[in-house]
């Protein structure tokens, strides 16, 4: 009789663990979708175009700056909320060129930012890691700290497949160096779900112009924490690599 009530306890015990873990999971799962709100299309469109209005630089590296209004310079909205730089400006082109030499005799530069990472691209201010969680089964991630670098990505070359139009239509993909940079990358308004994003864009360059394209990206750099059970924990160094767009140097025919 003993040995019927001990089993009938232990099943109804590990039935209440199941039940319990699989609210817990679903639970979660819903949390994990609200992580990520969506954007109101015409209010990240609106904030895109202050950043014009403001007269804010484009930061392009950390001593390199591109001014988003001057002479022979134009920047604007596209109508899916990318914002656009374009620039002849010889003062402009010949400061980016001492600075990096794959600038040196370019004669435009170009540069399109995904609509929803010009705020990022954008800001001035030093970026802060948030010490928010993202709370798995049993299992919670979170940021100790960290850095942030506006890099440039591996270039690759660009044809002109009409005449002198150039039609892009480029994959860019968030690379992760590991499952648990994945997990955390909500903390970062980063949704793991979307792992890369097409840049489509299209404009006229002069007969005989050559054109290479790098990825713009955001690289974080930072040490994550992974608590499981409450009691054990550890950290490890991780990496976000994310693009944000694309930019052109653009070279006459010499």
């Not at 109804?12 to 819903?30: D, E, T």
Request: aromatic content about 8%.
């Amino acid at each position: 009789m003993k040995s019927s009530r001990v089993s009938r306890f232990i099943i109804g015990l590990l039935a209440c663990i199941a039940i319990g873990g699989a609210a817990f999971l679903i639970f979660w799962n819903v949390q994990a979708e609200e992580v990520m709100p969506e954007v109101d299309q015409a209010k990240l469109m609106d904030s895109n175009r202050t950043w014009i209005k403001t007269n804010t630089s484009i930061a392009i590296g950390p001593n390199l700056n591109v001014p988003i209004k001057g002479d022979s310079t134009v920047t604007s909205i596209a109508s899916n909320g990318d914002l656009i730089l374009d620039t002849t400006n010889e003062a402009v082109l010949t400061k980016m060129a001492k600075v990096d030499s794959k600038y040196q005799a370019m004669d435009r530069f170009r540069v399109r930012i995904f609509a929803n990472k010009v705020s990022t691209v954008m800001n001035p201010a030093a970026f802060q890691y948030t010490h928010d969680k993202v709370d798995g089964f049993l299992t919670s991630y979170s940021i100790l700290n960290g850095t942030l670098d506006k890099t440039a990505g591996k270039s690759f070359g660009l044809t002109a497949k009409s005449g002198t139009t150039m039609q892009v239509n480029e994959k860019l993909e968030t690379v992760y160096s590991s499952n648990l940079a994945s997990k955390i990358a909500p903390v970062l308004g980063i949704n793991p779900k979307i792992s890369s994003q097409y840049l489509e864009d299209e404009f006229n360059i002069k007969t005989g112009e050559t054109v290479t394209a790098y990825p713009r990206q955001m690289e974080y750099q930072f040490s994550a924490e992974k608590t499981s059970l409450v009691f054990f924990k550890g950290d490890s160094d991780e990496e976000i690599t994310q693009p944000v767009g694309l930019e052109y140097v653009i070279k006459e025919k010499r």
